[in-house]
C-alpha cells in the first residue's frame, strides 16, 4: 500500500512549479536543424544531422541545451545529442539488439534478465535521445502494455517469490504521468516478496524539474527501499538545478547513485572522468558503472578500445578515493551480471 507521504509537501522557493516539466518536455527541439540553429553551429553540420534525425529522431530540452557552448561542436554535451552522418555507416558487430533483450521478455513491458530482479518498460519516451544508446532500436510500440497486460506483468513478479527488486526503466520511467507510476508503484508495494525499487533515469539531469511535488509524492510513499540511478556522462551535465533536484530526491529518502557510458570525444580522459566523480559526490550521488559501449548500429564513433578504457581506470584509481571510482564493466548477453573489464 502506498502510505502518506513523510515528505512535507508544502512548495518552497526554489521548487518547480506544477507541470513545469511537461511543458518543457512538450518544448524539446525535435528538428535537427532548429538544434543547430540554436547552438550556432555552421550549416555544414547539418546535413549529417538530419541524416542522422532520419534514424533516430532528435530530441533535446532546453534545460539541457542552456548547458552546452554555442559554436562548438566539440562540447561534450552537444556530441551526446547532436545526430551527425557517420550514424549511417555499417560496422561490423554494431546490431540493433546488442544486449539481445528481445530473449528474455517473458510478459510485456518485462525484461528478466538477472537471479532476483526484473525489469519493466514504464515508459517508451525519453526526455533526450543520446545517440549512444543501445536501446535506439528498441521495439517499444511491442512492448507498450495496456492496464490489462500490466496486471498480466505483475502477476508474474507475484508468482515468483524469488524477484525481490523492481527496475523502472524505458525509455525513461520518469517520462511517464505521475498518476501512472503512482497506479504502478502501488501495485508494486503490494507485492510481498519485493524489497527494492530501483529507478534509472536520466530526467532529473536532463529536466531538472521533473523531481517536483508530484513525483515526490508517490515516491515518498512507497515502503520499498528506493534507488535512483542517474546517468550523467559529464560533470557538464551537472548545474545548480541538478543539484537541487538530486537534494529533493535525498530527501525523500532516494539512494542515489550513477552509471556512465564511457564514449569517445565525451569523457574518454581521466581528467574528465575524475571530475564527473567529484561533481557527481557535490551533488549526493555516488559514481557505480562505467559501462563501455554496448555495440548498437549507429553508435560505433563513440566506441572507446578495451585497452584504452582499462589505461584510463589506472590512471584515475590513484586520484579517488575508492567510493568515487565507478566500476568498468561490459554487459555480455546471456552472462548473470555484468561484466568487469
Ligand atoms: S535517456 Fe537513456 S534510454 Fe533514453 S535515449 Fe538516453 S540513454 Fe537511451
Given at each position: 500500500m502506498i502510505t502518506r507521504s513523510p515528505i512535507p509537501l508544502q512548495r518552497r522557493a526554489a521548487e518547480p512549479s506544477p507541470g513545469a516539466w511537461q511543458r518543457q518536455l512538450a518544448a524539446a527541439f525535435r528538428d535537427p536543424r532548429e538544434l543547430c540553429r540554436r547552438l550556432e553551429l555552421?550549416?555544414?553540420w547539418w546535413p549529417g544531422a538530419e541524416t542522422g534525425h532520419a534514424l533516430f529522431e532528435v530530441r533535446v530540452p532546453e534545460a539541457y541545451l542552456a548547458r552546452i557552448r554555442p559554436g562548438?561542436?566539440?562540447d561534450p554535451l552537444l556530441r551526446q545529442v547532436l545526430p551527425l552522418g557517420e550514424e549511417a555507416e555499417a560496422a561490423p558487430g554494431?546490431?540493433?539488439d546488442p544486449l539481445a533483450e528481445a530473449d528474455h521478455t517473458?510478459?510485456?513491458?518485462l525484461i528478466h534478465k538477472y537471479a532476483g530482479r526484473v525489469l519493466l518498460i514504464?515508459?517508451?519516451?525519453?526526455a533526450v535521445n543520446c545517440?549512444?544508446?543501445?536501446?535506439?532500436?528498441?521495439?517499444y510500440e511491442e512492448n507498450a502494455p495496456s492496464r490489462a497486460q500490466w496486471e498480466e506483468t505483475l502477476a508474474y513478479l507475484r508468482d515468483d517469490?524469488?524477484?525481490v527488486e523492481a527496475i523502472l526503466s524505458g525509455g525513461?520511467?520518469?517520462?511517464?504521468s505521475d498518476r501512472q507510476l503512482a497506479w504502478l508503484v502501488e501495485r508494486l508495494d503490494a507485492i510481498p516478496h519485493l524489497k527494492r525499487l530501483r529507478i534509472h533515469t536520466r530526467l532529473p539531469v536532463v529536466i531538472?524539474?521533473?523531481?517536483d511535488d508530484a513525483l515526490l509524492a508517490w515516491l515518498g510513499g512507497t515502503r520499498l527501499h528506493k534507488v535512483m540511478v542517474l546517468h550523467v556522462n559529464?560533470?557538464?551535465?551537472?548545474?545548480q538545478a541538478v543539484v537541487d533536484a538530486c537534494r529533493r530526491l535525498q530527501a525523500a529518502g532516494v539512494t542515489l547513485l550513477n552509471q556512465s557510458v564511457l564514449l569517445r570525444g565525451v569523457n574518454d580522459d581521466a581528467d574528465t572522468l575524475a571530475a564527473l566523480s567529484e561533481r557527481l559526490f557535490e551533488a549526493g550521488v555516488l559514481p557505480y558503472y562505467l559501462h563501455?559501449?554496448?555495440?548498437?548500429?549507429?553508435?560505433?564513433?563513440f566506441a572507446v578500445p578495451d585497452d584504452t578504457a582499462r589505461a584510463l581506470v589506472a590512471e584515475l584509481r590513484p586520484r579517488l578515493p575508492g567510493f568515487l571510482m565507478p566500476t568498468l564493466v561490459r554487459e555480455v548477453p546471456g552472462e548473470a551480471s555484468k561484466t568487469p573489464l
Open positions: 555552421e550549416p555544414r562548438d561542436p566539440q554494431y546490431v540493433a517473458p510478459r510485456r513491458g514504464a515508459s517508451p519516451a525519453c545517440r549512444y544508446c543501445f536501446r535506439r532500436h528498441f521495439p517469490p524469488s524477484i525513461d520511467p520518469l517520462a511517464a531538472p524539474d521533473r523531481i559529464h560533470a557538464n551535465e551537472i548545474d563501455v559501449l554496448d555495440p548498437v548500429a549507429g553508435a560505433a564513433h
